[in-house]
């Protein structure tokens, strides 16, 4: 025990070692809950004691995808769904990097949608980490594959017709070996699941529930942030291990987070290597 | 605080000095951090920022924890808590 | 083949396999595709062949994939390269966009077979030569190289990979279904590694380094991901340190780099070949696999007494104009043939500026033209 204690330091000076403070403040709406996300991934970093130098950041086009030009890593703003593919061709180019990709629910949903599902397939050894704010907000608020039933978008003006994804549903069956659903309004256990899914092998999935004021919230009679995360403490619950079938999002019902899928499965880097081997074998033949 | 059954690392857990630190900057006055707080140390000022945002401001710092939860929040990463440890104790920060 | 997979010797081989063994031999080592007609070949020869090198081999699920992958790939230090057709290089053409804009260095090779849409899958053509140029949206400048035989499409691989590299751009390969799929003599020779082109790396530390100020040759140096450097790339337009930048200004800069690095650099990275061309009153102006009906055609016109040259296009893009435009004030007329409906001699005409004829011989696609009717049009066309 010391006489003279010492000040210890939390919070916005951490998180700035890892933020490119010549782009601050950034350009997501008060409110918008991609933030708090970037915040819970910079502590869920450092929590996995990964080596940032390693960690390649990948994202595509959206609000969630400014992502990557706000974070001090090697950071890849790509094409609209296409931020799976060139994490893709990272991770098999140097199986030694840490891939990371941050990105919306339009750009992983829908553009991104069959890149995604090959990508879990595959489990290839990468984290994703999916905004979903149930609209596409950069373009101004339009339908998205994530919008509830009857919701109002600018895509949608008497109602949304179409059911959404239940997620992590698609993403367990798609064969990804981690998925988890967290709302923004859960920063602890997001950041502890990232940083859980960070140090996993394999295919990680993560869909973070997230407020978007200005477009769907005030589309929806939920113009304040506060809205809706009032409205995620009230209908969220946890259910650790619930099985994807039962977790889809109805219009004012629950919403069940937690870590559903924590299996094991080998990557496709474990799966490759052994190619190797037989190569040689039939080229010595 | 009144309670019935006194826990046996209180003196750790009592409230700690801390200075709250709002960076005028990056407020976008959004309020969450005064929403959530559990102490309610936080309110809304009358001041504005620079672009035009209602900042946040203490209202009353001695009721801080520092718990942190206003610092996860904030999507602006606009708050740092600047907490005097009576121990080197930096992993009881991180719950 | 050598102890370390890459092959050397004399072999009978087809192009698409000539493609994939000229790929090796310059070093790449990251191959992603998608199965199609006429250039599956290629990705089966690298599904067999990477994994001798080390390298690694994947099947996208389509061939938009198949470009982010590589440029993935290549961001992580790796040569990298797709092969494909029509209907995929269609697929690609946005993000071999987003590949000029990141200044990535990979190379994609179209197979060119009957378009538009699905057309003749297992028939040649070059009808995608225009498309090759400005396929992407924007204002850009690429390099695309059209290979005559199966050694040259080795040779022309290898040469796409060093001219990405050195000027950190896609670089395309556009052969045909004819080339692709027949089978010649291919001398593979043992190349010493000071011959293959690599990047230029950052020479200065990570926090003295910009991803895209350029010194005089207008080609920032290029970190990869993993060194440290902590670099931000972007399709959004930019500045040197790579952050977005919403302004004409930026636009400017940008593109006019962007491009200037390759047309001022024009004179090292156009290539043709020249027979017959110094007396020459008619030039045939012709690539890939019609240069070498259009060769014979030239030596046919010769021994029936006309002075008949042949221009053979090597690279196709940057275009030839100066070549042009010199030999306009010289001949009479130029005859292109192509397996198209006119799309270089949209070129050869604007750079002849009316001082000599231009006449096209199209040929719609499904087979190739024959050397009488090459012929036939270089008579016709000093008439």
Redesign the interface.
């Known amino acids: 025990m010391t006489d003279t204690p010492t000040p210890v330091t939390i919070g916005e000076t951490e998180i700035d070692a890892f933020l490119r403070l010549d782009r601050m403040p950034h350009i997501w709406c008060a409110g918008c809950g991609i933030g708090t996300a970037v915040g819970c991934f910079i502590r869920a970093v450092e929590r996995a004691g990964l080596e940032p130098d390693k960690l390649s950041f990948i994202s595509g086009i959206g609000c969630a995808g400014r992502a990557a030009g706000y974070v001090k890593l090697d950071s890849f703003h790509t094409t609209h769904g296409r931020a799976l593919p060139f994490a893709t061709g990272l991770a098999l180019g140097n199986p030694e990097l840490n891939i990371v990709v941050f990105s919306g629910d339009g750009d992983l949903l829908a553009i991104g949608g069959n890149h995604l599902i090959h990508s879990a397939r595959r489990n290839i050894d990468m984290t994703v980490i999916c905004i979903n704010n149930f609209n596409y907000g950069m373009t101004g608020g339009q339908l998205g594959p994530t919008t509830p039933l009857g919701a109002r978008t600018t895509t949608t003006p008497y109602g949304n017709t179409e059911y959404p994804f239940n997620v992590p549903c698609l993403l367990a069956a798609s064969g990804a070996t981690y998925v988890a659903r967290w709302t923004v309004m859960h920063p602890r256990e997001m950041e502890r699941s990232i940083a859980e899914a960070l140090v996993k092998p394999g295919f990680s999935f993560i869909e973070v529930l997230s407020p978007c004021p200005v477009l769907y919230g005030r589309l929806n009679k939920q113009s304040k942030g506060l809205d809706m995360m009032h409205d995620y403490l009230a209908r969220s619950v946890i259910r650790n291990g619930a099985d994807p079938k039962d977790v889809e999002m109805v219009p004012n019902g629950t919403i069940v987070v937690g870590k559903f899928i924590d299996i094991e499965r080998p990557t496709l880097w474990d799966c490759y290597k052994q190619v190797f081997d037989r190569a040689k074998e039939k080229k010595d033949k | 605080m009144k309670m019935w059954r006194v826990p046996f690392d209180l003196a750790e857990k009592a409230t700690r000095p801390t200075k709250v630190l709002i960076d005028k900057e990056r407020c976008k006055g959004c309020g969450y951090c005064v929403e959530f707080c559990p102490r309610a140390a936080l309110r809304t000022s009358d001041e504005l920022s620079s672009k035009g945002y209602s900042l946040v401001e203490v209202a009353d710092e001695s009721k801080c924890l520092g718990c942190g939860l206003c610092t996860v929040l904030c999507p602006e990463f606009a708050i740092s808590l600047e907490i005097v440890a009576t121990k080197d104790r930096e992993d009881i920060l991180r719950v | 083949?050598s102890e370390n997979?890459v092959l050397s010797g004399t072999f009978f081989m087809n192009g698409d396999i000539a493609c994939a063994e000229g790929a090796i031999s310059a070093g790449c080592r990251?191959f992603?595709g998608y199965p199609i007609t006429p250039a599956t070949e290629v990705a089966e020869r690298m599904s067999?062949r990477l994994?001798?090198v080390?390298g690694?081999y994947?099947q996208?699920?389509?061939e938009?994939?198949?470009?982010?992958?590589?440029?993935?790939?290549?961001?992580?230090?790796?040569k990298?390269m797709t092969a494909t057709s029509g209907p995929g290089f269609s697929l690609m053409m946005?993000?071999l966009g987003?590949g000029v804009m990141?200044e990535t260095p990979c190379v994609l090779v179209n197979i060119q077979r009957a378009g538009p849409s699905t057309g003749l899958p297992t028939l040649p053509a070059q009808g995608d030569i225009m498309q090759a140029r400005w396929g992407s949206h924007g204002s850009y400048e690429i390099i695309a190289l059209v290979p005559s035989s199966p050694q040259e499409i080795f040779d022309y691989t290898i040469d796409a990979f060093n001219l990405s590299e050195k000027y950190r751009v896609p670089v395309l390969v556009m052969s045909d279904e004819a080339v692709g799929h027949m089978s010649e003599k291919v001398v593979i020779p043992e190349i010493s590694p000071e011959n293959l082109v690599s990047r230029r790396r950052p020479e200065v530390p990570p926090e003295e380094y910009l991803p895209y100020k350029a010194d005089g040759d207008l080609v920032p140096p290029m970190a990869i991901?993993?060194?440290?450097?902590?670099?931000?790339?972007?399709?959004?337009t930019h500045d040197e340190?790579g952050?977005?930048v919403m302004t004409a200004d930026a636009q400017d800069s940008l593109i006019r780099r962007l491009v200037d690095k390759i047309r001022l650099n024009r004179n090292d990275i156009i290539k043709y070949e020249e027979v017959d061309v110094e007396d020459a009153e008619v030039v045939v102006c012709a690539y890939g696999i019609t240069s070498r009906i259009a060769r014979l055609a030239v030596q046919q016109a010769r021994d029936d007494g006309i002075r008949a040259g042949l221009l053979r296009l090597i690279t196709v893009w940057p275009f030839a104009e100066d070549r042009i435009r010199e030999l306009a004030q010289q001949v009479k007329s130029f005859v292109v043939p192509e397996i198209n409906y006119g799309q270089i001699v949209l070129e050869v005409e604007r750079c002849a500026a009316g001082k000599a004829n231009t006449m096209l011989l199209p040929h719609m696609g499904g087979s190739v033209h024959s050397p009488h009717t090459i012929l036939k049009a270089i008579k016709e066309s000093v008439q």
């Open positions: 083949m997979g990251f992603a067999e994994p001798h080390g690694v994947i996208m699920e389509d938009i994939g198949s470009m982010n992958a590589i440029l993935g790939a290549s961001w992580a230090g790796v990298a946005e993000n987003l990141l991901a993993g060194d440290g450097y902590r670099f931000h790339v972007t399709g959004l340190r952050y977005p």
